[in-house]
């Protein structure tokens, strides 16, 4: 047996694929389509939904019996505005280029719908240790998709990947640029993002009959 | 634990004790953090005036400043003097880099004079003169830090923002488009024109150098518009003391 048990891996496993946040429940749509312009932008904000999915759903956890149900949406808005906050403090005290690179994106993560999915649906009705397991495998998840995103979106629309300029100089001409390649701007409009995403969902569903909904 | 949660009481217990502790952790956190966040605020003025006038650590695409533990030290060695311009009166004042050009601006709308803080640099016999201007992009503020020579023509400048879009906006703090000003002149037959960030520019490889325009980034109309408005609003304030600079 490995590290972590058979229903435990499944908690980190099932959210990556089967049962994505964005792909299947279609969560978190809107980060998604707002930052995913660049790729670094993808991955930081990525970490920082891990580490406040994390420790969130393991707050909630704890807090599960003692927390009035009339009031529990208002308490589950605190502990994520705290923790984004103290999130935001720290990165302006310790890594402070990368806090400016992401500037209202962290702020945004309050209004992130996975987060709060997840505290009502999961945290609230399980333990500290499979909800952390549960938040960090719903993290990931929506991770993966907004740097698959992401990837394509910087390559396509700008021709680099964080930053470096993979296809050649569009202005220099040369690589690709050279043989008559331009890059696509429109694939730096949130539009384009929606349609990736939408390609992800297609590829997805394709692959996997069971996940299509009949209706 | 058997307790009665949907009692009134115990919510509106539970909702003063939650923000009690919510309240003081974060007021905590944020005291205890606060001197390393302005400490690396004012690091940054100083790498941003230095990064203006050429003193940085640039590679060949990418824009670096020089470290934060050489700043201090690099700013005294390259900064001669730091000017404060008020109504027409010039002093030196060694903590010019920490005045607010937001607060200022406030104050200028208020009808106050406005404090314009100007500094002067020298690298390889050379002098800069570089000011901070400010301004609206598209989402929230965005500033700069021009360096000019006698004539007012640009030698160097640092765009920074708040909150543009990345890979659109935000690309106003790349190299290709913070380089493009370098050599551009803001005067044009003696009077300050500002330089306009400019769409269907007709010379996109910015050779020439006096069309007081550079070539606008596709997709940043409104971020681009903001550059030229600051540029013409905020640095127009400085053409007295270079005129003066001139005569004497």
Known sequence: MGLLSKKDSKLILDPLADNNPITIQVLGICSALAITAELKASIVMSISVLFVLGVGNVVISLLRNIIPSKIRIIVQLIVVAALVIIVDQVLKAFAYELSKTLSVFVGLIITNCIIMGRFEAFALGNGPWRSFLDGIGNAAGYGVILIIVGFFRELLGSGTLLGFKVLGDPIEKTGLYSLGYENNGFMLLSPMALIVVGIIIWVQRSRNKALIEDH | ?248
Not at chain 2, 49 to 61: F, K, T
Not at chain 2, 156 to 163: I, S, V
Not at chain 2, 183 to 211: M, Q, R, S, W, Y
Not at chain 2, 214 to 241: E, F, H, N, P, Q
């Open chain 2, 1 to 248: 634990m058997a307790m009665d949660t949907d009692k009134n009481s115990y919510t509106v217990l539970f909702a003063v004790g939650m923000v009690l502790v919510v309240g003081s952790l974060l007021a905590f956190a944020a005291s205890s953090l606060k001197p390393t966040i302005d400490e690396n605020k004012r690091l940054e003025k100083q790498q941003n005036i230095l990064y203006a006038m050429g003193v940085n650590e640039n590679d060949e695409s990418s824009a670096n400043f020089v470290s934060t533990a050489d700043a201090p030290d690099l700013f005294k060695k390259y900064i001669k003097k730091q000017l404060v311009i008020q109504g027409g009166e010039v002093s030196e004042d060694d903590q010019a880099y920490l005045i607010d050009v937001k607060k200022e601006q406030a104050n200028a709308k208020a009808g106050q004079e406005r404090r314009l803080p100007l500094f002067v640099g020298e690298k390889d016999g050379k002098s800069y003169y570089i000011a901070p201007i400010r301004g609206k992009g598209l989402w929230d503020a965005i500033w700069a830090y021009v360096a000019m020579d006698e004539n007012m023509v640009v030698q160097g400048a640092y765009f920074d923002h708040k909150g543009e879009t990345p890979g659109l906006g935000a690309n106003i703090k790349q190299r290709f488009f913070m380089d493009d000003f370098i050599g551009e002149h803001l005067k044009a037959n003696g009077t300050f024109k500002g330089i306009t960030v400019a769409k269907g520019n007709a010379d996109p490889k910015n050779l020439d150098k006096t069309d007081n325009e550079v070539d606008a980034i596709a997709g940043a109309t409104i971020t681009g518009d903001g550059v030229s408005a600051m540029i013409r609003s905020d640095l127009k304030l400085y053409v007295s003391y270079f005129n003066n600079l001139k005569n004497n």
